[in-house]
């Protein structure tokens, strides 16, 4: 087996890897500080759907409630209107479309999250490549110096550094990816919570139900 194409990326040190982390962390910013405005939209618009439709699905005005739900454009709406659409069709039928609604809402809220997470628990180890590189480096150099050991000591200095690089793009990324993750079940939460309004109305108006027999 030919190893030149192995001992020659070894040699070449670890600067193409900090390159490489400093790149990521650049991109890293950029995702976090986008789904950050995209959740804080969507919690918004959730918060106005939630004011908007509650009331009249209390009072089973299913009608006025999908039509307040409709000029809101969210996750949370399109889930909703899941559930309103349905909801004559009985709980079952209901829930198979509002499960369908939600699948596509959460790949839309945690679009570019899978980044962040894989870069946040990749990083040290990316790092960690980038100091043996720039260890096996020094000691090559070292092998053709005569400065002996300062100019050791100097190269291994050097090659720790991307170390701490990548524990520094791994940590804020890591955190915001937990932090936007919270956001995002925080969000398909209160939306659940809408179209589970919508079920106990339903169920309280179907046949032979205790609610249904009471309201009679």
Not at 57 to 68: C, G, H, L, T, V
Not at 195 to 209: M, N, Y
């Amino acid at each position: 087996m030919n190893l030149d194409f192995l001992r020659t990326l070894a040699l070449t040190g670890g600067d193409w890897v900090l390159y490489a982390l400093l790149l990521s962390s650049v991109i890293s910013i950029g995702i976090i500080l986008e789904r950050y405005w995209v959740l804080s939209v969507e919690r918004k618009r959730l918060n106005l759907v939630t004011a908007a439709a509650s009331k009249h699905i209390e009072e089973n005005n299913f009608a006025e409630a999908a039509a307040k739900t409709k000029k809101v454009e969210c996750v949370a709406s399109s889930v909703l209107m899941a559930s309103l659409r349905y909801a004559q069709t009985g709980v079952v039928s209901m829930q198979e479309r509002v499960a369908i609604a939600k699948a596509k809402g959460q790949y839309t809220l945690n679009r570019r999250l899978l980044f962040l997470g894989t870069l946040g628990s990749n990083a040290p180890f990316i790092g960690l490549f980038g100091t043996v590189l720039g260890v096996i480096k020094a000691f090559h150099d070292l092998a053709g110096s005569k400065e002996g050991a300062d100019a050791a000591m100097s190269g291994l200095s050097e090659a720790l550094i991307a170390t701490a690089v990548g524990l520094i793009v791994a940590i804020p990324a890591l955190m915001a990816f937990n932090f936007l993750n919270k956001r995002v079940d925080d969000i398909m939460a209160d939306a659940d919570s809408l179209v589970q309004l919508v079920t106990s109305r339903i169920t309280l108006e179907q046949p032979g139900s205790s609610g249904a027999s009471q309201e009679k």
